[in-house]
């Protein structure tokens, strides 16, 4: 079975200012969809899939983010 991929992430400012993470996951089907993640869930997110740059989700299967932030 294939797995939704993360396409890309990068950093946005949210409606408060605030840093947000946001990625485009991409799925098996071709629909795509952006998902937000703010600063403190970022930091828990990247350490739980062993990742230390954003530039490294790129090509990732989004569950290494899903499973984290359950």
Same mark, same amino acid.
């Given at each position: ?5 993360? &396409? +890309?992430?990068?950093? !946005?400012?949210?409606?408060? %200012?605030? *840093?947000? @993470? ?5 799925? /098996? ?10 600063? &403190? +869930?970022?930091?828990? !997110?990247?350490?739980?899939? %062993?990742? *230390?740059? @954003? ?5 990732? /299967? ?9």
């Amino acid at each position: 079975m294939e797995e939704a991929i993360i &396409e +890309a992430a990068e950093l !946005a400012a949210g409606h408060d %200012g605030r *840093a947000e @993470l946001v990625l485009r996951v991409r799925y /098996p089907n071709g629909a795509s969809t952006e998902v937000r993640l703010d600063e &403190e +869930a970022v930091a828990f !997110a990247l350490d739980a899939a %062993g990742v *230390a740059s @954003l530039d490294d989700l790129t090509g990732k /299967p989004w569950d290494i983010l899903a499973r984290a932030l359950l």
